[in-house]
């Protein structure tokens, strides 16, 4: 299993390098390419990129190759020119490449190619003079791959065995629909030094070809890119010095938010507590309130909304709840306490060991009326 995977594949404009590495390359894998890095900077062609938006390409492109260079997992490749076998090797040693591809298309071919894209016409002339510097290594992490046979997914690993040994294979050869591959030789290369492999091919408006005029503007352009790039050096040094300002920051903000965070969650508890106890109040008070009309005073608990009676002030609206009892018992007396019945006075019962007239009263006779008079009166006279 590959843990990490540094592919450099070089070659002519119009070789098809972008389209190889298309094929070759995984979903997931970062993939280097100078034509891409314009278009997503801004450019609207394919090839033809303005001066600006290449310089910008530039300083882009060392930063992400140094990225790659950095990493400790995955797959990555990186798309150069790079004719010159002591540049491959350098920019291999840079690169912490595990391989080197070649993509080493005839100059017929490469034209064929790139008339049949409709590139500049500057593009003949950089294919001509990468061949003109091209020199094959004899690393063993170098493979050249010719358009002699088909290429059809031909895998690239790298070969302890053999110092010398050249694979020879064929690329897609019915043109690069994509447009990606790089105008290195519009662009020029830049190297580990900051010098540029080859010169700038690229005809000046309204003139023939003025080599003398391209390779000062070459110079000039690469004065600016090694400032650019010595600007991006002083940005990530002080990056990494404000790291440990900014991580220090971070964590105090971290700690302040915590420490928020436990005020919140104390608050928080403290709040449910409260209301806890106020609707334990409100129970109480409706308890005491429905006990004398309701046969269980614990039944307008479930039927009343317990919490409209707590103000915002925490004050219990004890009328409320008086008056929301009082339309409870109207809306269902059945919940209501019954009434008691009223009392009847309780008859004596009969004394049936008498006569069925011993309890009536008795009639007085005559003489005894008489006597009773004659003794009242005589009682009277002695008083």
């Not at 690469?222 to 790291?243: F, G, V």
Request: glycine content about 4%.
């Amino acid at each position: 299993m590959i843990v990490r995977r540094v592919v450099l594949v070089c070659g002519p404009p119009a070789s098809g390098k972008s389209t190889w590495v298309a094929k070759q390359a995984s979903d997931g894998d970062t993939v280097i390419d100078f034509d891409r890095l314009c278009r997503e900077l801004g450019s609207t062609a394919h090839h033809d990129h303005a001066r600006e938006v290449a310089d910008r390409a530039h300083v882009l492109r060392s930063a992400l190759e140094r990225q790659v260079s950095a990493m400790e997992s995955g797959t990555a490749w990186v798309i150069r020119s790079a004719p010159d076998p002591q540049q491959r090797r350098s920019l291999a040693r840079s690169l912490r490449a595990t391989e080197t591809v070649v993509i080493a298309a005839s100059a017929e071919q490469a034209r064929a190619r790139a008339a049949a894209d409709n590139r500049p016409d500057w593009t003949g002339r950089a294919i001509d003079r990468w061949w003109s510097l091209y020199r094959p290594d004899s690393s063993r992490l170098e493979r050249e791959l010719s358009l002699s046979e088909p290429l059809e997914g031909y895998p690239i690993m790298p070969d302890d065995t053999a110092d010398t040994e050249q694979t020879t294979a064929q690329d897609d050869s019915t043109g690069d629909d994509t447009a990606t591959e790089e105008q290195e030789q519009e662009t020029s290369e830049v190297t580990d030094t900051g010098a540029d492999d080859t010169e700038d091919d690229k005809p000046q408006a309204g003139g023939a070809f003025d080599e003398k005029a391209a390779k000062a503007e070459l110079r000039k352009k690469n004065s600016e890119a090694a400032n650019l790039r010595k600007r991006l050096r002083e940005l990530e040094r002080k990056n990494q010095e404000l790291e440990p300002l900014a991580k220090r920051a971070r964590e105090a903000a971290e700690a302040d938010q915590t420490e928020a965070q436990r005020l919140q969650a104390r608050l928080t508890e403290r709040e449910q507590e409260i209301h806890r106890i106020r609707q334990r109040a409100v129970k109480s008070e409706v308890r005491a309130m429905a006990a004398d009309g309701f046969a269980d005073k614990t039944d307008p608990e479930a039927l009343l909304d317990l919490d409209a009676y707590i103000g915002d002030d925490g004050e219990i609206a004890t009328d409320r709840i008086k008056a929301d009892l009082e339309d409870l018992l109207d809306r269902k007396p059945h919940l209501a306490k019954p009434k008691p019945d009223t009392p009847q006075r309780r008859k004596p019962a009969p004394d049936r060991t008498q006569a069925s007239g011993a309890n009536q009263p008795r009639a007085k006779d005559p003489a005894s009326e008489f006597a009773g008079f004659v003794n009242s009166r005589l009682l009277k006279g002695r008083r």
